[in-house]
């Protein structure tokens, strides 16, 4: 994630970068930081946690200038600290970037500009970005970044401002991370969200992937990466503070539904090699031959991230052929598990910092097992104690159920999988080029099915009423049964039920009447059948069911009442599909009953107590 802001103009930089970043705080706030250009000066100050620290410290000493670049950080290379927060500069001191995003050859930039000479002072990624441009810097700056973009690859946007070059601020965007330009009388703004903006200027322009801009305090100037020139006119917002903040969406909640593919999509860049096979995952701390030599995983976790612990059971199995056991986190640490050195304990948690969770991880390291985490927020307590750490890259998660989190999670069990079948040599590599080149494609099937979103809100209006649901599925779709009920439980106060299919004869069948819809999880694929069954036994007990099926599928619309359609995908990667499928549900019902979206009663974002 992270937050950018600039300003140029005649104005103290400082009172519009600090507010602007306080705005922006929800993007990330493990550090912050500013860089001004005040005559020839380039004056930074940054400071290791939140936006208030380095206001604290601004307090105190302030960088006079009327140019300059802030940022608030969500890390994702390199721990918090001071030396990894941006601005980051190059050798000399004379230009400053920011940067949103990942650039995926920095390890390779980073070497070829160590061996000429270029001194790093980071762990980040980032930092080669304005060494790039310092590399280049013979014919002025913005020739600079042009010519530095082309050596880059991944998704960013970055701003930069130099003491050579005064009332000029220049930014580059490729890929999903967002920029916007604001224009104030006399002053130029940029932020990577209109709210940073709001209060100063209503008149903005976004800039688009692949495209500069020069920003001076009466101009703006646009180009495409290639060096062409573009003119687009500013549009007018006329959002209010609170909306903006959510970029426009009514909830967090909403939006980070929205953000998923863009979650997936930085959890798997880098990290796979479509022609290899191969599956880099450097952070995990172990080599192919320790991950040879194990003869069990067991994965802890509480919660969405125990689902997402279960889908990864059946991929493990499936790809690496390594027995799997999954674990509440709660249920473990009080068990006394068996462990010993050939058994890999892998932690799930979007925090980090629940409590129950950590405990496991020390238990089972106690215990002599190798320990590593899956988890989205750097620098955590379980990303610090653990041997290794997978980040899953969605960014900060605001709404207290978990949703890009949850998916990019999957996503994280997927590589873990491949990677584990790799290095044990039982995966078939034509398996592995399948589905890595399955997750490649993968966010462009989650935006096809966020386009249901009307669809799925006019199917919630139907049975908003309701006191109970039963979500159905089998195999890898049984978590998101789980998953499907939890989501609704915890945001609109139903009771819901989520099973294995299979149990139901067993049972829940007895509850089966027209008052309790079901969910049935029935996609094409290995269980569909089965599924199919279960669909008409509960039709054949006049049950209502609200069936998660393959787009097209005639014969599933014929037996269910409702059809909620997921694009055909990779069996091994529907459960992501019909996790945004049963999140929009579920947010919808919970909406329409009037409740507390984002902040649902008695639950916190963090359970860091048992
Ligand atoms: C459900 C939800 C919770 C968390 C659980 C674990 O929507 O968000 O069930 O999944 O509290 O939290 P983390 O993943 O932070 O350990």
């Given amino acids: ?178 920029l916007v330009i604001g224009f104030g009388r006399g002053e130029t703004f940029l932020a990577s969200d209109i709210p940073a903006l709001l209060g100063h200027t209503r008149e903005i322009l976004v800039l688009e992937e692949g495209e500069l801009a020069v920003l001076t305090p009466d101009s703006v100037t646009l180009r495409t990466l290639d060096g062409l020139p573009i003119r687009r006119q500013p549009s007018t917002v006329l959002w209010d503070g609170e909306a903006a903040e959510k970029s426009g969406y009514p909830h967090f909640m909403l939006k980070e539904i929205f953000e998923q593919p863009e979650a997936v999509r930085n959890t798997v860049r880098e990290r796979v090699d479509l022609e290899g096979p191969e599956i880099q995952i450097p952070e995990l701390g172990l080599k192919d031959r320790e991950l040879a030599g194990l003869n069990r995983l067991c994965f802890v976790a509480c919660g969405s991230s125990w689902h997402a612990a279960l889908v990864g059971k059946y991929l493990v199995e499936a790809f690496a052929r390594l027995p799997v056991e999954v674990d509440i986190a709660s249920e473990f640490r009080y068990r006394r598990p068996v462990l010993d050195s050939r058994v890999l304990t892998v932690a799930i948690s979007q925090s980090g910092e629940t409590a129950d969770t950590l405990a496991a991880l020390r238990e089972a390291r106690d215990q002599g097992s190798r320990a590593v985490a899956i988890c989205n927020v750097v620098g955590s307590s379980l990303a610090r104690e653990a041997d290794g750490v997978v980040y899953t890259r969605a960014g900060i998660e ?13 996503a994280a069990v997927t590589l873990l999988g491949l990677k584990l079948g790799l290095a044990r040599s039982l995966v078939d590599p034509a398996l592995v080029r399948q589905v890595a080149k399955g997750l490649w494609e993968l966010p462009d099937l989650m935006s096809v099915v966020l386009q249901q ?148 009663r008695n639950l916190a974002k963090s359970v860091t107590v048992e």
């Fill in 1 to 178: 994630m992270c937050g950018i802001v600039g300003y140029v103009g005649h104005g103290d930089a400082v009172s519009f970068i600090l507010p602007g970043l306080r705005r922006l705080e929800y993007r990330g706030y493990d550090s912050a930081g500013i860089a001004t250009v005040s005559g020839m000066s380039l004056d930074v100050r940054k400071a290791t946690g939140k936006i208030a620290d380095l206001e604290a410290l601004l307090a105190s000493d302030r960088p006079p200038g009327t140019l300059g670049v802030g940022h608030t950080r969500w890390a994702t290379h390199g721990r918090p600290s001071d030396a990894n927060a941006h601005p980051h500069l190059d050798c000399q001191g004379q230009l400053a970037i920011v940067h949103n995003g990942i650039i995926d050859n920095y390890r390779e930039l980073r070497k070829a500009l160590a061996a000429e000479g270029h001194r790093f002072r980071s762990q980040t990624d980032t930092e080669v970005i304005a060494h790039l441009i310092e590399r280049y810097q013979t014919n002025g700056l913005e020739a600079a970044v042009l010519r530095a973009a082309r050596d880059l690859r991944g998704a960013y946007a970055v701003a930069c401002v130099a003491s050579t070059a005064p009332n000029t601020l220049i930014a580059i965007r490729r890929g999903s991370s967002p």
């Fill in 398 to 410: 605001i709404g207290v159920a978990s949703t890009k989190a949850f998916t990019a999670q999957l």
């Fill in 453 to 600: 979103r009307d669809t799925i809100r006019g199917i919630a209006e139907r049975f908003v009423e309701r006191d109970h649901f039963l979500y159905l599925g089998r195999g890898l779709h049984y978590p998101l049964a789980l998953e499907g009920a939890l989501k609704l439980k915890e945001i609109s106060y139903i009771h819901a039920e989520g099973y294995p299919a299979g149990e139901m004869k067993h049972g829940p069948i007895a509850l089966i009447d027209q008052r309790m819809p079901v969910v049935a999880i029935v996609p094409r694929g290995s269980t569909y059948e089965k599924m199919t069954s279960n669909v008409e036994e509960v039709k054949a007990r006049d049950g209502v069911v609200i069936a998660v099926a393959t787009e097209g599928d005639e014969a599933i619309a014929a037996k269910a009442d409702l059809v909620i359609p997921v694009p055909p995908s990779l069996e091994w990667l529907q459960p992501v599909l019909i996790a945004e499928a049963l999140q929009l549900l579920a947010y919808y019902v919970g909406v329409l009953r009037g409740c507390d979206v984002d902040q649902p």
